[in-house]
């Protein structure tokens, strides 16, 4: 049992943390190419395709929930898969340098200040 190794649960947080963030950052990929004027309209229908299939009731599958997510991953990555790769190319670097410059804009505190907290209240009180 010990000898087990890259168990899901032993990642560190980053590793989990870098998931999320690629997932919104695929996301927000997504959205990007459907406002693009150059990727072609029947191409934009595999993620709405998708998204129509989980708000719609009815499943064509019977491995609920499983079968909603697999439609929803399948339409994104089918959609970016597809779509052509000079453009996501051109799309993933801009959201790349956005990230860029929003961690250059988080600047750590520039001074800290050491001090000491006297709880004054249980002095008057006696």
């Not at 406002?35 to 029947?42: C, G, L, T, V």
Request: glycine content about 4%.
């Amino acid at each position: 049992m010990m000898g087990k190794e890259n168990r899901t649960l032993d990642m560190p947080k980053k590793a989990n943390e870098s998931f999320f963030r690629e997932l919104f950052n695929n996301l927000k990929l997504i959205v990007r190419l459907l406002k693009d004027k150059r990727i072609n309209f029947w191409l934009k229908l595999l993620p709405i395709g998708a998204l129509i299939y989980l708000v719609v009731p009815v499943d064509l599958l019977s491995l609920n929930p499983l079968d909603d997510a697999v439609v929803v991953w399948l339409g994104g990555y089918l959609f970016i898969e597809l779509c052509p790769e000079e453009i996501v190319k051109e799309h993933r670097d801009a959201l790349r340098k956005a990230l860029e410059e929003e961690k250059a804009d988080e600047e750590p505190p520039k001074e800290v200040i050491d001090g000491e907290f006297d709880d004054l209240s249980s002095d008057e009180a006696q």
